[in-house]
């Protein structure tokens, strides 16, 4: 693989705060304890990090109860007996969508093995942990992945699952319709033999958090990946600390979350997660789904949670009798990791980024340690069809990221008939020549009317660019071809106007280019870069 950085600055939609994160980190110190370079801190941080042994037993028990039931690798269950012996982790974590969510997912995973080899080689022994979030329960979003169709247009590959409103899609389970949905994924990729594991590892019974750790268990064998399946109730009774923590202080910490929100907004950041004067950090079950603990406005004392109103001393107890009816909200929920592990450091994408400056206050609060954030690894990947476009065209990402309307355009410039491109050419040529000879005159004549002739050249050449532009538009409409073409590279490298990894499902990649993938994948990601990459498969 060949790959080229191209930093963020150069990709729409970055905000200001990752930005800054990466590339002006004095600017966001006072939101984040470390800086993005890992290695720069890593041995410092980890002589910080306390964790209490009992808790680290208890926890060690629970991960090789989870990995055998999933079909752990021996260097997994090697990596939890190192942890339970007293190494760190490096975690990640992701929603547990269908056949493995999109790209981006692999690359969490790859990411913190990464960073957890850099760590141990450096004399810090660390292992890599990928959180499972079986608790969140947005199913419209896990049940469906995209691959690239035909022109690479992205085609839906949704499971028709059904369960009852904000239930955890944790407790959602296949039936025979996933067989359907592999066939489908079949037909598209082929029967390889990454498909052939989607239908050793996604069958009937299983849920999407069983069948996705499966999976990951499969992918990620060789670098002893270890998963955490967040709706464990023993995991939840070890972390009931934190709930209760997260009640009896829910004033205290609600307060400095408006007071950080004010401070990111006072420095033209956005905030990531909306906070209320009745907000808190937790949910709880009720009938099987999920719903949010507010504060009740005219009483902190209250609690209330759907039709539910409680005391504070009522809700400690249903948190100290049924820890596993209560979840972390996205602000909590890498506290509790955090509780749970001995978290070396996080890594995630732009939108994590984003909420560990809130979540930083709520870590002060109920931990006393923020736990340091790393970026994880991005990138668009280019098939040898997309890269000789490319080439040929000479057309840069940038030119991508303007979407396909314009890359059409571009694309038809370049198509006009040699004799048209050379009038055109010939025209800028003489209307240099003839307005610098106009130029050299008049400084001769009237040194104040040489402003006026820049003036005029900046006009003829407009004039002649913007009818270059329409010949352009002329000669799309007319070439179907570099219409197809633009289509094309447009929705396999920046589809929907969205980074490539966000969109296109991780599957598709495995499914064309097998374990190698991941391997070469593996050896494109450096610590001490921060840029996105392009990478030539």
Same mark, same amino acid.
């Given at each position: ?5 191209? *930093? ?5 939609? $970055? ?17 984040? %304890? !470390?800086? *993005? ?10 002589? !910080? ?21 999933? &079909? ?20 990640? #974590? ?37 959180? =499972? ?34 239930? *955890? ?31 050793? $590892?996604?069958? %009937? ?13 499969? =992918? ?12 464990? %109730? ?49 949910? $709880?079950?009720?009938? #099987? ?7 009740? *406005? ?34 909590? !929920? ?9 978290? /070396?450091?996080?890594? &995630? ?40 476009? @490319?080439?040929?065209?000479? /057309? ?23 004799? =048209? ?7 800028? $040529? ?18 104040? /009317? ?32 570099? &219409?197809?073409?633009?289509? +094309? ?9 969205? @980074? ?17 993938? +991941? !391997? ?18």
């Amino acid at each position: 693989m060949k790959s080229e950085c191209l *930093p963020f600055t150069q990709i729409p939609h $970055t905000t200001d705060l990752f930005r800054d994160f990466l590339y002006s980190h004095e600017k966001v110190q006072r939101f984040y %304890p !470390r800086s *993005p370079y890992f290695q720069a801190w890593a041995k410092d941080e980890a002589a !910080r990090l306390q964790y209490d042994p009992g808790r680290r037993e208890r926890v060690a028990g629970v991960l090789k109860r989870q990995n055998q039931s999933c &079909g752990a690798s021996a260097k997994t269950l090697e990596n939890i007996e190192r942890l339970r012996n007293g190494a760190n982790a490096v975690v990640t #974590g992701q929603q547990v969508g269908l056949f493995g969510g999109p790209a981006f997912s692999i690359y969490k995973a790859l990411t913190a093995v990464k960073l957890a080899r850099k760590a141990t080689e450096s004399g810090v022994e660390c292992v890599p942990i990928f959180w =499972l979030a079986t608790e969140d329960h947005d199913l419209d979003e896990v049940k469906q992945v995209s691959i690239p169709g035909p022109d690479a247009l992205l085609e839906k590959l949704v499971v028709p699952v059904t369960s009852k409103t904000d239930a *955890p899609v944790g407790t959602v389970a296949f039936g025979l319709e996933i067989q359907q949905v592999i066939d489908e994924a079949a037909t598209r990729l082929g029967d390889t033999e990454i498909v052939k594991l989607l239908r050793e $590892t996604y069958q %009937p019974g299983q849920t999407f958090g069983s069948a996705f750790a499966r999976f990951f268990a499969n =992918l990620f064998a060789e670098w002893g990946v270890i998963l955490l399946n967040a709706s464990d %109730p023993e995991l939840h009774q070890v972390a009931a600390p934190v709930y209760a923590g997260a009640v009896e202080r829910a004033a205290e910490v609600n307060e400095s979350l408006l007071e950080r929100g004010k401070e990111l907004e006072a420095e033209g950041y956005h905030q990531q997660v909306k906070v209320t004067p009745s907000s808190t950090l937790l949910f $709880t079950l009720q009938e #099987g789904a999920r719903e949010p603990i507010s504060r009740d *406005p005219r009483d902190a004392n209250t609690f209330v949670a759907g039709d539910q109103k409680l005391q504070q001393n009522d809700l400690l107890e249903q948190i100290h009798s049924r820890p596993q009816d209560f979840s972390p909200n996205v602000l909590l !929920r890498p506290v509790v990791e955090d509780y749970l592990l001995p978290t /070396l450091a996080y890594t &995630g994408g732009s939108a994590e980024v984003a909420y560990f400056a809130q979540a930083a206050v709520v870590y002060e609060k109920l931990l006393g340690r923020t736990t340091p954030i790393v970026p994880r690894f991005s990138a668009t990947l280019l098939e040898p069809k997309l890269h000789n476009l @490319l080439d040929r065209y000479k /057309l840069t990402m940038s030119q991508i990221f303007e979407g396909p309307e314009s890359l059409r355009e571009q694309l038809a410039a370049q198509a006009l008939s040699r004799e =048209l491109q050379s009038a055109f050419d010939n025209a800028e $040529t003489s209307i240099k020549n003839a307005v610098e000879a106009i130029r050299s005159a008049l400084e001769q004549l009237d040194k104040t /009317l040489v402003d006026a002739t820049e003036n005029a050249e900046g006009k003829i050449r407009y004039q002649l660019e913007s009818l270059r532009a329409k010949a352009a538009r002329a000669e799309s409409r007319h070439t179907e071809v570099v &219409g197809r073409k633009a289509q +094309l590279l447009s929705n396999a490298l920046y589809p929907n106007k969205t @980074l490539q990894e966000r969109e296109i499902a991780g599957v598709y990649f495995l499914s064309r280019y097998g374990h190698e993938f +991941l !391997r070469n994948i593996y050896d494109c990601i450096h610590s001490d870069c921060l840029d996105h990459q392009l990478i030539s498969l």
